[in-house]
């Protein structure tokens, strides 16, 4: 079955120029969705293409995309939730809350430090296989034992699968519920937003099949700069892959994050799913209330977006380099996003997902076409967004950096 490139949904007067940008990133090789909130109302909710080709099966409104890492961004809005509720406090010791992650040097770790990527726990030493990475308590105890791989607050990397485990068995430790069960309970059941971490099997047929763009099969863009060195390139693809547990390669077929056990165990640092229009829900709600939901006050979202990590990481790769507050990502050249008052979380292969306080707006586009070196998609729509609202992309970072200051 062929499938077209017919845009479906709707679109509020004044953003027909940002559903114009949509259409312009639609390709026939997949599906992707985009929906804007603003003042907590709708203004554009639009999808197109295919949520799998090989099975003949259209995009629908409520079709679902592996969001990969924005997943951290539904996480980070759970711990501040919970300092807002006064249950958790980001400066004080991991340990307060789960003492045996004190262990192998760890106890001085704060909350803070290990959301910013900066606990020196972006792997593990050890190989872990599929069945023990779909294990969120066999994962948290094995974070507990090991030893950070740098000295913890030193430098920041990556902690692209290990954030999960450790946000996630914060918030098990502190409210009893695994991050699933509360994002559901607190966020997306409230708000009928479709979002998963583990996703029921009754709905994973509503979730796209993977498929890879040309760019995920090209070498990536030659640089000037200095090479990577061969052994920070193995600790990076560790971080991805955790060795054994999931393949380099983001598309696979049948496995890694296109895995139906892997969609419904829900990997809590990259395996959520959710469609546009639950993100921008949620994502919304964060800045303005949204029946009745208000997860995050204006004190919590300025103290969780102060710049904690930026710049070359422990293990070097070329930039530009994105930017971390407190489990937020923040403008950067990487990821402009819409403003400096904007912060959400981007997520592999072209998703992306954030709130902006100053606009009141929230942002969700996910695609089942994943690009990897180059993809402006969503960034191009970003962009048209921002010139609607007479907010164009931020690009003195150099600037902004140094008035949030790292603490």
């Given at each position: 079955?062929?499938?077209?490139?017919?845009?479906?949904?709707?679109?509020?007067?004044?953003?027909?120029?940002?559903?114009?940008?949509?259409?312009?990133?639609?390709?026939?090789?997949?599906?992707?969705?985009?929906?804007?909130?603003?003042?907590?109302?709708?203004?554009?909710?639009?999808?197109?293409?295919?949520?799998?080709?090989?099975?003949?099966?259209?995009?629908?409104?409520?079709?679902?995309?592996?969001?990969?890492?924005?997943?951290?961004?539904?996480?980070?809005?759970?711990?501040?939730?919970?300092v807002q509720e006064g249950r958790l406090e980001l400066d004080l010791p991991v340990a307060t809350y789960w003492p045996e992650f004190a262990a192998a040097g760890?106890?001085?770790?704060?909350?803070?430090?290990?959301?910013?990527?900066?606990?020196?726990?972006?792997?593990?030493?050890?190989?872990?296989?599929?069945?023990?990475?779909?294990?969120?308590?066999?994962?948290?105890?094995?974070?507990?034992?090991?030893?950070?791989?740098?000295?913890?607050?030193?430098?920041?990397?990556?902690?692209?699968?290990?954030?999960?485990?450790?946000?996630?068995?914060?918030?098990?430790?502190?409210?009893?519920?695994?991050?699933?069960?509360?994002?559901?309970?607190?966020?997306?059941?409230?708000?009928?937003?479709?979002?998963?971490?583990?996703?029921?099997?009754?709905?994973?047929?509503?979730?796209?099949?993977?498929?890879?763009?040309?760019?995920?099969?090209?070498?990536?863009?030659?640089?000037?700069?200095?090479?990577?060195?061969?052994?920070?390139?193995?600790?990076?693809?560790?971080?991805?892959?955790?060795?054994?547990?999931?393949?380099?390669?983001?598309?696979?077929?049948?496995?890694?994050?296109?895995?139906?056990?892997?969609?419904?165990?829900?990997?809590?640092?990259?395996?959520?799913?959710?469609?546009?229009?639950?993100?921008?829900?949620?994502?919304?709600?964060?800045?303005?209330?949204?029946?009745?939901?208000?997860?995050?006050?204006?004190?919590?979202?300025?103290?969780?977006?102060?710049?904690?990590?930026?710049?070359?990481?422990?293990?070097?790769?070329?930039?530009?380099?994105?930017?971390?507050?407190?489990?937020?990502?923040?403008?950067?050249?990487?990821?402009?996003?819409?403003?400096?008052?904007?912060?959400?979380?981007?997520?592999?292969?072209?998703?992306?997902?954030?709130?902006?306080?100053?606009?009141?707006?929230?942002?969700?586009?996910?695609?089942?076409?994943?690009?990897?070196?180059?993809?402006?998609?969503?960034?191009?729509?970003?962009?048209?967004?921002?010139?609607?609202?007479?907010?164009?992309?931020?690009?003195?970072?150099?600037?902004?950096?140094?008035?949030?200051?790292?603490?």
């Amino acid at each position: 079955m062929d499938f077209d490139t017919t845009i479906h949904g709707m679109v509020a007067p004044g953003y027909e120029s940002v559903a114009e940008a949509f259409a312009s990133t639609v390709s026939e090789s997949g599906g992707s969705a985009l929906a804007v909130r603003v003042d907590g109302l709708t203004v554009l909710d639009l999808w197109h293409g295919a949520a799998d080709r090989e099975r003949a099966v259209p995009w629908q409104h409520d079709t679902m995309a592996m969001v990969f890492s924005c997943t951290k961004g539904l996480l980070a809005i759970m711990i501040g939730h919970l300092v807002q509720e006064g249950r958790l406090e980001l400066d004080l010791p991991v340990a307060t809350y789960w003492p045996e992650f004190a262990a192998a040097g760890k106890s001085a770790i704060t909350v803070r430090q290990a959301l910013s990527h900066r606990a020196g726990l972006a792997t593990l030493r050890d190989d872990v296989d599929l069945g023990a990475a779909l294990d969120d308590a066999a994962m948290a105890a094995r974070l507990a034992e090991e030893a950070p791989l740098w000295s913890p607050d030193a430098a920041y990397g990556y902690h692209a699968l290990t954030y999960g485990w450790l946000a996630g068995e914060i918030i098990r430790r502190v409210t009893g519920e695994t991050p699933g069960a509360r994002l559901r309970r607190t966020l997306a059941g409230p708000l009928a937003a479709d979002a998963w971490i583990g996703v029921p099997e009754p709905d994973l047929p509503r979730v796209a099949r993977l498929a890879a763009g040309d760019s995920l099969s090209a070498p990536p863009p030659m640089t000037t700069e200095r090479a990577i060195d061969p052994e920070d390139a193995r600790w990076m693809e560790r971080a991805m892959t955790l060795g054994t547990a999931f393949p380099a390669s983001f598309v696979v077929p049948g496995e890694g994050f296109d895995d139906p056990r892997v969609r419904q165990a829900g990997v809590p640092g990259a395996g959520g799913a959710a469609s546009a229009a639950g993100l921008a829900a949620i994502w919304s709600a964060t800045v303005v209330p949204v029946s009745g939901v208000e997860p995050l006050d204006a004190a919590v979202v300025a103290d969780m977006t102060r710049v904690q990590s930026e710049g070359e990481p422990v293990w070097w790769l070329p930039g530009p380099y994105p930017r971390w507050g407190t489990g937020f990502m923040l403008p950067s050249e990487r990821r402009p996003f819409l403003s400096d008052a904007s912060f959400g979380h981007d997520g592999a292969g072209g998703q992306i997902a954030f709130a902006d306080s100053r606009h009141r707006v929230g942002f969700g586009y996910v695609t089942s076409l994943l690009e990897v070196h180059s993809d402006d998609r969503g960034d191009s729509i970003v962009r048209a967004l921002g010139r609607v609202l007479g907010a164009p992309p931020r690009r003195d970072f150099e600037v902004a950096a140094e008035e949030n200051g790292r603490s």
